[in-house]
């Protein structure tokens, strides 16, 4: 299944034109939290403090494993919206190769009006996920390269 | 004296920022703990401050500089008066509360506090009155004692007695809780103190834009407090200290102004206030507090009182029959705000649709993480008042609340 997963631009596009059938902020949201409700993104027993991104609001847990040259992503998040938005980075990230992940700018935030959650100033933790994810994704990639 | 303010429409549109749209729709500002507004007057003597009278203050011979200096001479004796000081050197300028309480710590710690010696504090304080002495206990070897709350978000008096003792020095408390609300019976605590001979710090700076504050009644050592959570700008903030107890501190920074004398084998110091007041000060922030305050004068506390406690009144009344709201913090003496949960809905969440309806609120532990983990939630939604805020703006913030339980 992994083998088949579309590239970061693909995904991108699709969460763009499911957005886009959305008029208001209150429809745009209601999917978010939709979102956010639907999916257990993470097992409890990975909720563990080296897991978690302390946000000064939402806390965030992330979690990354390698399969198969892919970067496989689990995360979750104890606000809902913040968890919507991770449910969408997930969908964008998870299955890429790490150089991929490392390269991609996510710009699908910004045209579904969302930017103002990757803002450093919301402090819900979705920037430092970001950031991490990038970071998993360095490593892996430095993994490949250097195997032990 | 011109007669007072006291319509609400009227004071209103002293804020030019109150008439704003956000998100499309009217700005209904509950943030004011955070942060107040600005009335027209404030962002007036400031602009006139650098379009007329803007140099360097103290020890200028020309005109600009004898104006700038009589300007923010002129706001120490406003505020002298406004926390009725007895002398108007015992008025240092800060940066703000946090600097105040960091000024504080360094220097009283310097000169007074000693390896084993306890600094008490309680459990409702703000992160800024909790990491300063946390500091200075670390440096000099002594102990942060820190009094426990009730569930209500309440001191208790007789645990206060007990936890002092004979190596308490100093005393740092908060006036009016910032996550809370809860008044403290600071005369009181200040006098139990007083007994024992221990001086006691408080941090003012949700307190004095809410009710009349007189230093010399509440007999406190020290009073910090910010201007811009009254109506002032930010980055500018007061000190008051009991003369004594500032004359037998060490200076806090050293550099300009706060000198006497300097040469490279000694330096000697200014009196008070300048000896604590090192470096060009906010000058155009001092002038825009003296601002602040006329504008307070010009409505008078006993409106601002009476308004504020009949919103708080009003938002508690109308927020308790939400289904799931509890409050956190239900002190019988209350100022200032509201702060509640919603169960099974993250503060977060409804801080991000409260803001989509206009509506500003805080969410999060408002730098008061122990009041956090004490009532085992991850934050709070804190709606705070000031003295423009109105019963249709808390009749929104009530509806916002519903909106936001449709939505989860």
Same mark, same amino acid.
């Given at each position: 299944? =992994?083998?088949?997963?579309?590239?970061?631009?693909?995904?991108?596009?699709?969460?763009?034109?499911?957005?886009?059938?959305?008029?208001?902020?209150?429809?745009?949201?209601?999917?978010?939290?939709?979102?956010?409700?639907?999916?257990?993104?993470?097992?409890?027993?990975? @909720?563990?403090?080296?897991?978690?991104?302390?946000?000064?609001?939402?806390?965030?847990?992330?979690?990354?494993?390698?399969?198969?040259?892919?970067?496989?992503? &689990?995360?979750?998040?104890?606000?809902?919206?913040?968890?919507?938005?991770?449910?969408?980075?997930?969908?964008?990230?998870?299955?890429?190769?790490?150089?991929?992940?490392?390269?991609?700018?996510?710009?699908?935030?910004?045209?579904?009006?969302?930017?103002?959650?990757?803002?450093?100033?919301?402090?819900?933790?979705?920037?430092?996920?970001?950031?991490?994810?990038?970071? +998993?994704?360095?490593?892996?990639?430095?993994?490949?390269?250097?195997?032990? | 004296?011109?007669?007072?303010?006291?319509?609400?429409?009227?004071?209103?549109?002293?804020?030019?920022?109150?008439?704003?749209?956000?998100?499309?729709?009217?700005? =209904?500002?509950?943030?004011?703990?955070?942060?107040?507004?600005?009335?027209?007057? =404030?962002?007036?003597?400031?602009?006139?401050?650098?379009?007329?009278?803007?140099?360097?203050?103290?020890?200028?011979?020309?005109?600009?500089?004898?104006?700038?200096?009589?300007? +923010?001479?002129?706001?120490?004796?406003?505020?002298?008066?406004?926390?009725?000081?007895?002398?108007?050197?015992?008025?240092?300028?800060?940066?703000? &509360?946090?600097?105040?309480? %960091?000024?504080?710590?360094?220097?009283?710690?310097?000169?007074?506090?000693?390896?084993?010696?306890?600094?008490?504090?309680?459990?409702?304080?703000?992160?800024?009155?909790?990491?300063?002495?946390?500091?200075?206990?670390?440096?000099?070897?002594?102990?942060?004692?820190?009094?426990?709350?009730?569930?209500?978000?309440?001191?208790?008096?007789?645990?206060?007695?007990?936890?002092?003792?004979?190596?308490? *020095?100093?005393?740092?408390?908060?006036?009016?809780? %910032?996550?809370?609300?809860?008044?403290?019976?600071?005369?009181?605590?200040?006098?139990?103190?007083?007994?024992?001979?221990?001086?006691?710090?408080?941090?003012?700076?949700?307190?004095?834009?809410?009710?009349?504050?007189?230093?010399?009644?509440?007999?406190?050592?020290?009073?910090?407090?910010?201007?811009?959570?009254?109506?002032?700008?930010?980055?500018?903030?007061?000190?008051?200290?009991?003369?004594? $107890? $500032?004359?037998?501190?060490?200076?806090?920074?050293?550099?300009?102004?706060?000198?006497?004398?300097?040469?490279?084998? @000694?330096?000697?110091?200014?009196?008070?206030?300048?000896?604590?007041?090192?470096?060009?000060?906010?000058?155009?922030?001092?002038?825009?507090?003296?601002?602040?305050?006329?504008?307070?004068?010009?409505?008078?506390?006993?409106?601002?009182?009476?308004?504020?406690?009949?919103?708080?009144?009003?938002?508690?009344?109308?927020?308790?029959?939400?289904?799931?709201?509890?409050?956190?913090?239900?002190?019988? *003496?209350?100022?200032?705000?509201?702060?509640?949960?919603?169960?099974?809905?993250?503060?977060?969440?409804?801080?991000?649709?409260?803001?989509?309806?206009?509506?500003?609120?805080? &969410?999060?532990?408002?730098?008061?993480?122990?009041?956090?983990?004490?009532?085992?939630?991850?934050?709070? =939604?804190?709606?705070?008042?000031?003295?423009?805020?109105?019963?249709?703006?808390?009749?929104?913030?009530?509806?916002?609340?519903?909106?936001?339980?449709?939505?989860?």
């Amino acid at each position: 299944m =992994v083998g088949t997963v579309e590239n970061i631009e693909a995904k991108e596009q699709e969460i763009i034109e499911e957005f886009s059938l959305f008029d208001d902020w209150m429809d745009r949201y209601e999917h978010i939290i939709g979102l956010g409700k639907v999916l257990p993104l993470i097992s409890d027993e990975l @909720k563990q403090d080296d897991l978690l991104i302390k946000g000064c609001q939402s806390r965030v847990w992330l979690h990354a494993n390698l399969e198969d040259g892919k970067v496989l992503f &689990t995360a979750d998040s104890d606000a809902i919206i913040t968890k919507g938005i991770i449910s969408l980075l997930i969908r964008v990230l998870s299955g890429q190769t790490p150089s991929e992940i490392i390269n991609t700018d996510l710009t699908f935030i910004d045209e579904i009006g969302l930017k103002e959650h990757l803002s450093p100033t919301r402090s819900n933790g979705l920037v430092s996920m970001v950031k991490q994810m990038k970071l +998993y994704a360095l490593a892996f990639r430095t993994q490949q390269n250097n195997p032990s | 004296m011109s007669e007072l303010l006291t319509d609400i429409e009227a004071i209103r549109a002293h804020f030019p920022i109150l008439s704003r749209e956000v998100n499309g729709k009217p700005l =209904v500002y509950l943030d004011n703990g955070a942060t107040s507004q600005k009335p027209q007057s =404030v962002i007036d003597a400031i602009s006139h401050y650098y379009e007329y009278e803007n140099s360097n203050i103290h020890r200028g011979v020309h005109t600009l500089s004898q104006d700038a200096t009589a300007a +923010y001479e002129d706001v120490r004796k406003k505020v002298q008066k406004f926390i009725n000081a007895k002398h108007d050197h015992e008025i240092i300028f800060t940066s703000g &509360t946090t600097d105040g309480i %960091n000024l504080v710590a360094s220097s009283f710690g310097a000169s007074l506090v000693r390896k084993g010696d306890e600094i008490l504090i309680t459990a409702m304080e703000h992160h800024s009155n909790i990491v300063p002495w946390q500091m200075l206990c670390e440096r000099r070897g002594a102990h942060l004692k820190v009094l426990p709350i009730s569930k209500e978000g309440e001191i208790d008096i007789e645990a206060f007695k007990k936890l002092i003792g004979p190596k308490t *020095e100093l005393i740092s408390l908060v006036h009016i809780s %910032n996550s809370l609300g809860t008044i403290n019976p600071i005369k009181e605590m200040i006098a139990i103190a007083h007994a024992q001979n221990i001086p006691v710090m408080i941090d003012g700076a949700q307190a004095v834009h809410h009710m009349p504050v007189d230093v010399q009644e509440l007999d406190a050592d020290f009073y910090v407090f910010s201007a811009h959570k009254m109506y002032g700008p930010t980055g500018v903030g007061i000190l008051y200290g009991k003369e004594e $107890l $500032l004359n037998d501190m060490e200076p806090y920074q050293g550099g300009g102004d706060m000198i006497k004398n300097v040469t490279f084998e @000694k330096t000697t110091y200014n009196d008070l206030p300048f000896k604590f007041e090192a470096g060009t000060p906010n000058i155009a922030g001092g002038i825009g507090l003296g601002a602040a305050i006329d504008f307070i004068n010009s409505i008078g506390f006993d409106f601002i009182q009476a308004h504020e406690a009949e919103l708080c009144r009003f938002a508690v009344s109308q927020l308790r029959d939400i289904k799931g709201l509890r409050f956190i913090g239900t002190a019988k *003496e209350r100022a200032g705000l509201v702060s509640f949960v919603l169960d099974g809905i993250h503060p977060y969440d409804t801080g991000v649709i409260l803001d989509k309806l206009g509506i500003a609120v805080r &969410t999060g532990h408002h730098c008061t993480q122990p009041v956090m983990t004490f009532f085992e939630v991850p934050g709070t =939604v804190r709606a705070s008042f000031a003295v423009y805020n109105t019963k249709q703006e808390v009749v929104k913030l009530v509806e916002g609340i519903d909106r936001v339980k449709r939505m989860f």
